[in-house]
């Protein structure tokens, strides 16, 4: 399975106008609801902001990674957001964050979860990616940087 297919241009945000990390959490939550898998959206936040609690998902070089395995959803999700100012996120590397990815997938779904994990972070860890992302203009931008990317791996 390819981000692409968890991904959808109308779950993606960008330059937010910033505010605090639980409320970023909570509109991407949103983000992923407008898709339609999601059956309780205070469930996913709640899986999310306690996942945040264990330790942050703020990864490092400006990108945070909020993930999470809920019953909540019918199939895995995705939401991306661009912030228009960097937020203190509580990074690993204590840098403020400019980039996050949100991605929510069944409990039964591990193995689907730990692939989608893996094949997100790949991605991420190049700076250009991230930079590209970043910059967009437009959710098609993304959907295009990112398919781009991807098929680079196949």
Do not use: W
């Amino acid at each position: 399975m390819k981000i692409t297919d968890v991904l959808a241009a109308p779950s993606i945000e960008l330059q937010a106008i910033q505010a605090s990390k639980d409320v970023l959490l909570g509109k991407m939550v949103d983000l992923l609801q407008e898709q339609g898998s999601v059956s309780d959206a205070s469930k996913v936040l709640s899986v999310i902001l306690d996942r945040e609690r264990i330790m942050s998902t703020g990864i490092g070089h400006g990108f945070a990674f909020p993930h999470a395995k809920s019953d909540a959803v019918t199939q895995p999700v995705a939401s991306l957001m661009t912030l228009k100012e960097p937020l203190d996120y509580q990074a690993l590397d204590n840098q403020p964050v400019s980039l996050i990815f949100m991605l929510v997938c069944q409990e039964n779904a591990v193995g689907l979860h730990l692939r989608l994990l893996s094949r997100i972070s790949r991605l991420m860890s190049d700076e250009s990616f991230r930079n590209k992302l970043i910059l967009a203009q437009s959710k098609q931008e993304v959907m295009s940087i990112i398919a781009e990317a991807e098929d680079q791996f196949e």
